[in-house]
């Protein structure tokens, strides 16, 4: 999941450079003059800025996880922050995030466990 938000990340902060390449390329193949369109489209502008503006703390929480040594209670604690901040996430996409975390935390009983130690 890491590796689609650091790509947002870099899309969004990149996305006029990206954007002035592209436009620069010859429309000789389908796939640039498809570019071309993407990169001009604003709600593509709007779906990459979103994603970096809701989901971009991500990689930082999962390279938090993913530190050795640290308690359970540490990486919980990390988990349900990372939650929330999920939770508050507007709109369909909002509700679309909410509804898979909480089908995958309803999945996970030993998360709940590990919140009761």
């Not at 996430?89 to 590990?114: H, I, T, W, Y």
Request: proline share 3%.
């Amino acid at each position: 999941m890491g590796i689609w938000v650091s790509a947002a990340l870099y899309y969004t902060s990149n996305f006029l450079t990206i954007t002035e390449v592209v436009n620069a390329l010859e429309d000789e193949a389908s796939s640039t003059v498809a570019a071309k369109k993407l990169l001009n489209s604003s709600e593509v502008k709007h779906d990459v800025t979103f994603i970096a503006a809701e989901f971009g703390f991500l990689p930082h929480v999962i390279c938090q996880l993913q530190e050795k040594g640290q308690p359970s209670t540490k990486s919980v604690k990390i988990v349900d922050v990372a939650v929330q901040r999920m939770d508050s996430v507007p709109g369909k996409q909002g509700s679309l995030v909410r509804e898979k975390c909480k089908n995958v935390f309803s999945k996970n009983c030993d998360l709940d466990q590990l919140r009761n130690i």
